[in-house]
């Protein structure tokens, strides 16, 4: 029995319920009697028979609490954490003590900040996950938020300026909209499985970069230096009217007076306000990438360090740094000092041979030390820097894991962060800097944590090739399935964390190995072992995967026979890729918000992120490129796929459209696989709202029960 329409669920679970219920007496014990797993509100399970609700195991929700950012004056934290359906702000006093709700509804928050007088604070909100963010202002007093940012537009970073001087922020427009009858969810309010892709957070400051780009400032004794302070001609990059890209000011507290900065048919990123007030943002377009700073008035932009004739900004200083990451030199992402009053930049720490993913700035006027973040062997080590001395690492008792979100507080000496191990989902911490101490302000994860170990193996062309490994209880024994979990991105990277729900009763219940790989073109790496994917050479990272299954089948104790790969967004293209390869040596795969046709993809991707994309997939508008995108486009082959199949897709995905989940789903099932199709109306690109999750982890859990068991799918 196949559910496909969300009134007849809810009326056979009545009927079935009251049918159940009736009967128990004559039938004693109601534990005999297990209870149907149930659809999300929004959601609809297509060729998905109906199974009993399994009791995963740490399926339900622990307290992750995520640091959004400080409160001006204070010692607490704004922290997001799930409250009803989604993801919700909160307010935290201080260490252990309770989160108090400052936001509800179905949607969740992305973000959030105070503004630095803390009359009132601003957070992001989407509808449905769209990623239509929009900036809303909730006032300290605690009445309802009000609306900054116009709906159909979508807010992608946001700073404040000092001295009360309102609000910066990037938008981007919107082109495409929902399907005729497709639903949306209209609530008036504003991942997906625990290896879901993750909702992403807009930046509340733009203090990253690329990994290389032409940022438009001059090396510190570079020649011609007086070059950094002579104007560009900005009119090849900008527009004079709203476009595609804009940079934006506007008043919190009056939001109808907004003021237009600067406006791109290309990109605007890298949102950043100095020290001075100076607001500065990357334009790419054409291929073309430049830093430009924008005067507040709109007038215009000019390159860094021509920016103190325009009388940008409230200071007089004679410097005005800046500090932001880059990998201009060597392999990896390492720190940059920028000048901005002279338009120079200085690369600092150019030798650690490890991956600067995060920095904290001090507070202007402060003396404390930047804060930054590498990735060690795929390690979050945390060092504390004062330029002209060597880094000193703090928080080094810390479980191994991931720290992100670190930030100083404005005025007090304390360094903020959250941290993810195989102890808990997600921790805050407080590095005191006075007394040198790293506390926790929440608690830790519940139960036996899962440790990952590294397993190790050589691709194709004898590369390298590594990924995290859970291996199953002792209990098990003999050779145990296998469940091959692909990370999205694709530069993004499989890291140590906190292993729950469905993918922890894999391998407690179902006694599964679990493999997390690193695939070429992942993060992490280097700049080399990054690219090794683009273009022409993506398939290379699925023969990876197949050199993976190699392995698998030398090892005594996995079963060679019992291999599940599921991967979300780009990993949902490498399950599918791998299953119209490898399809013989799988007993299924999990395909979650996935790319089933590049060409398809990028022409109905939102604009504001295909030229992105074609960078690293490749240009569908040249016609050798269409033609090698199309040939290796799942779609194409699938025919090839002749082992059981899982489809997950939001129908508001902005950046792998529902269309590319259609298309797959019915081409497979043309040839005859079984297919299980789940879907969601008020779901983007991952799976937030908690009873769509819920049923997405008891399926995903079935589905791979049914098919490294040898179970029907289809009733």
């Given at each position: 029995?196949?559910?496909?329409?969300?009134?007849?669920?809810?009326?056979?679970?009545?009927?079935?319920?009251?049918?159940?219920?009736?009967?128990?007496?004559?039938?004693?014990?109601?534990?005999?009697?297990?209870?149907?797993?149930?659809?999300?509100?929004?959601?609809?399970?297509?060729?998905?028979?109906?199974?009993?609700?399994?009791?995963?195991?740490?399926?339900?929700?622990?307290?992750?609490?995520?640091?959004?950012?400080?409160?001006?004056?204070?010692?607490?934290?704004?922290?997001?954490?799930?409250?009803?359906?989604?993801?919700?702000?909160?307010?935290?006093a201080g260490p252990g003590l309770a989160p108090e709700p400052l936001t509800e509804g179905r949607d969740g928050v992305g973000?959030?900040?105070?503004?630095?007088?803390?009359?009132?604070?601003?957070?992001?909100?989407?509808?449905?996950?769209?990623?239509?963010?929009?900036?809303?202002?909730?006032?300290?007093?605690g009445d309802a938020p009000v609306a900054i940012t116009p709906e159909g537009e979508r807010v992608s970073e946001y700073a404040?300026?000092?001295?009360?001087?309102?609000?910066?922020?990037?938008?981007?427009?919107?082109?495409?909209?929902?399907?005729?009858?497709?639903?949306?969810?209209?609530?008036?309010?504003?991942?997906?499985?625990?290896?879901?892709?993750?909702?992403?957070?807009?930046?509340?400051?733009?203090?990253?970069?690329?990994?290389?780009?032409?940022?438009?400032?001059?090396?510190?004794?570079q020649e011609g230096a007086k070059d950094a302070a002579r104007e560009v001609d900005a009119s090849k990059l900008l527009s004079?009217?709203?476009?595609?890209?804009?940079?934006?000011?506007?008043?919190?507290?009056?939001?109808?007076?907004?003021?237009?900065?600067?406006?791109?048919?290309?990109?605007?990123?890298?949102?950043?306000?100095?020290?001075?007030?100076?607001?500065?943002?990357?334009?790419?377009?054409?291929?073309?990438?430049?830093?430009?700073?924008?005067?507040?008035?709109?007038?215009?932009?000019?390159?860094?360090?021509?920016?103190?004739?325009?009388?940008?900004?409230?200071?007089?200083?004679?410097?005005?740094?800046?500090?932001?990451?880059?990998?201009?030199?060597?392999?990896?992402?390492?720190?940059?000092?920028?000048?901005?009053?002279?338009?120079?930049?200085?690369?600092?720490?150019?030798?650690?041979?490890?991956?600067?993913?995060?920095?904290?700035?001090?507070?202007?006027?402060?003396?404390?030390?930047?804060?930054?973040?590498?990735?060690?062997?795929?390690?979050?080590?945390?060092?504390?820097?004062?330029?002209?001395?060597?880094?000193?690492?703090?928080?080094?008792?810390?479980?191994?894991?991931?720290?992100?979100?670190?930030?100083?507080?404005?005025?007090?000496?304390?360094?903020?962060?959250?941290?993810?191990?195989?102890?808990?989902?997600?921790?805050?911490?407080?590095?005191?800097?006075?007394?040198?101490?790293?506390?926790?302000?929440?608690?830790?994860?519940?139960?036996?944590?899962?440790?990952?170990?590294?397993?190790?193996?050589?691709?194709?062309?004898?590369?390298?090739?590594?990924?995290?490994?859970?291996?199953?209880?002792?209990?098990?024994?003999?050779?145990?399935?296998?469940?091959?979990?692909?990370?999205?991105?694709?530069?993004?990277?499989?890291?140590?964390?906190?292993?729950?729900?469905?993918?922890?009763?894999?391998?407690?219940?179902?006694?599964?190995?679990?493999?997390?790989?690193?695939?070429?073109?992942?993060?992490?790496?280097?700049?080399?072992?990054?690219?090794?994917?683009?273009?022409?050479?993506?398939?290379?990272?699925?023969?990876?995967?197949?050199?993976?299954?190699?392995?698998?089948?030398?090892?005594?104790?996995?079963?060679?026979?019992?291999?599940?790969?599921?991967?979300?967004?780009?990993?949902?293209?490498?399950?599918?890729?791998?299953?119209?390869?490898?399809?013989?040596?799988?007993?299924?795969?999990?395909?979650?918000?996935?790319?089933?046709?590049?060409?398809?993809?990028?022409?109905?991707?939102?604009?504001?992120?295909?030229?992105?994309?074609?960078?690293?997939?490749?240009?569908?508008?040249?016609?050798?490129?269409?033609?090698?995108?199309?040939?290796?486009?799942?779609?194409?082959?699938?025919?090839?796929?002749?082992?059981?199949?899982?489809?997950?897709?939001?129908?508001?995905?902005?950046?792998?459209?529902?269309?590319?989940?259609?298309?797959?789903?019915?081409?497979?099932?043309?040839?005859?696989?079984?297919?299980?199709?789940?879907?969601?109306?008020?779901?983007?690109?991952?799976?937030?709202?908690?009873?769509?999750?819920?049923?997405?982890?008891?399926?995903?859990?079935?589905?791979?029960?049914?098919?490294?068991?040898?179970?029907?799918?289809?009733?």
């Open positions: 029995m196949s559910t496909r329409s969300t009134m007849s669920r809810r009326g056979w679970l009545r009927l079935a319920g009251g049918t159940l219920a009736a009967l128990q007496p004559l039938f004693g014990d109601a534990s005999l009697w297990a209870a149907p797993a149930r659809l999300g509100e929004n959601m609809t399970a297509d060729g998905v028979p109906r199974f009993e609700h399994h009791a995963l195991g740490g399926e339900r929700e622990l307290p992750a609490l995520r640091f959004a950012g400080w409160h001006p004056v204070k010692p607490e934290m704004l922290v997001l954490m799930r409250r009803g359906p989604s993801q919700q702000l909160h307010r935290l973000s959030a900040k105070w503004e630095p007088t803390a009359g009132y604070l601003v957070f992001t909100r989407d509808q449905g996950g769209n990623e239509a963010w929009r900036l809303y202002r909730l006032d300290a007093g404040f300026l000092p001295a009360g001087q309102g609000l910066v922020y990037l938008q981007e427009r919107l082109d495409r909209r929902p399907r005729p009858g497709t639903p949306v969810e209209d609530d008036g309010e504003d991942g997906g499985e625990d290896e879901r892709v993750e909702a992403p957070r807009v930046a509340a400051s733009g203090v990253e970069s690329a990994l290389a780009v032409d940022d438009g400032m001059k090396d510190v004794g004079t009217s709203p476009a595609l890209a804009n940079l934006w000011w506007v008043d919190p507290a009056r939001p109808q007076e907004r003021r237009l900065l600067g406006a791109t048919a290309g990109r605007l990123t890298g949102l950043r306000v100095s020290p001075a007030g100076r607001v500065l943002a990357m334009v790419t377009r054409d291929g073309r990438s430049q830093t430009l700073a924008f005067a507040l008035d709109g007038s215009g932009a000019r390159a860094p360090g021509a920016a103190a004739r325009l009388g940008l900004g409230t200071g007089e200083r004679t410097e005005d740094i800046l500090w932001r990451r880059n990998a201009a030199v060597g392999e990896f992402r390492h720190l940059v000092r920028d000048d901005v009053a002279h338009g120079r930049h200085r690369n600092e720490l150019t030798d650690v041979g490890a991956d600067l993913e995060g920095l904290a700035e001090p507070p202007a006027g402060s003396d404390r030390p930047l804060a930054l973040v590498y990735n060690v062997a795929g390690v979050s080590a945390l060092r504390l820097y004062r330029p002209g001395t060597s880094p000193v690492e703090i928080a080094q008792d810390l479980a191994p894991g991931v720290i992100r979100g670190v930030s100083w507080h404005p005025t007090l000496p304390l360094l903020g962060f959250e941290q993810v191990s195989a102890e808990s989902p997600s921790r805050l911490y407080v590095h005191a800097l006075e007394e040198g101490t790293t506390r926790p302000w929440s608690a830790a994860g519940e139960g036996v944590p899962l440790r990952s170990a590294v397993l190790r193996w050589k691709s194709f062309d004898g590369l390298e090739i590594t990924g995290l490994h859970i291996a199953p209880p002792a209990r098990f024994t003999g050779p145990r399935p296998v469940y091959i979990s692909l990370h999205g991105g694709p530069s993004s990277q499989a890291r140590p964390g906190y292993v729950a729900g469905v993918l922890r009763a894999l391998v407690e219940q179902l006694g599964m190995h679990l493999v997390m790989p690193n695939v070429r073109g992942s993060d992490g790496f280097g700049k080399t072992f990054l690219k090794l994917d683009n273009g022409r050479l993506r398939e290379d990272a699925v023969k990876d995967v197949s050199a993976l299954l190699d392995l698998v089948a030398t090892r005594s104790d996995m079963d060679a026979a019992r291999v599940v790969v599921a991967g979300g967004s780009y990993g949902g293209y490498l399950s599918l890729a791998v299953a119209t390869h490898e399809s013989p040596r799988l007993a299924g795969s999990i395909c979650r918000v996935g790319i089933a046709n590049f060409v398809s993809f990028l022409e109905n991707t939102e604009s504001y992120r295909r030229d992105n994309r074609r960078a690293e997939y490749g240009d569908e508008r040249d016609p050798a490129m269409r033609e090698f995108l199309t040939s290796i486009s799942p779609l194409t082959h699938a025919e090839a796929v002749r082992k059981p199949l899982m489809v997950v897709h939001g129908r508001n995905d902005p950046r792998v459209p529902f269309g590319e989940a259609q298309a797959m789903v019915a081409a497979v099932r043309a040839q005859g696989t079984p297919v299980w199709f789940v879907s969601a109306s008020d779901e983007g690109h991952s799976f937030t709202k908690a009873d769509n999750r819920a049923y997405l982890n008891q399926a995903s859990f079935e589905f791979v029960r049914r098919v490294i068991g040898g179970i029907s799918l289809e009733r």
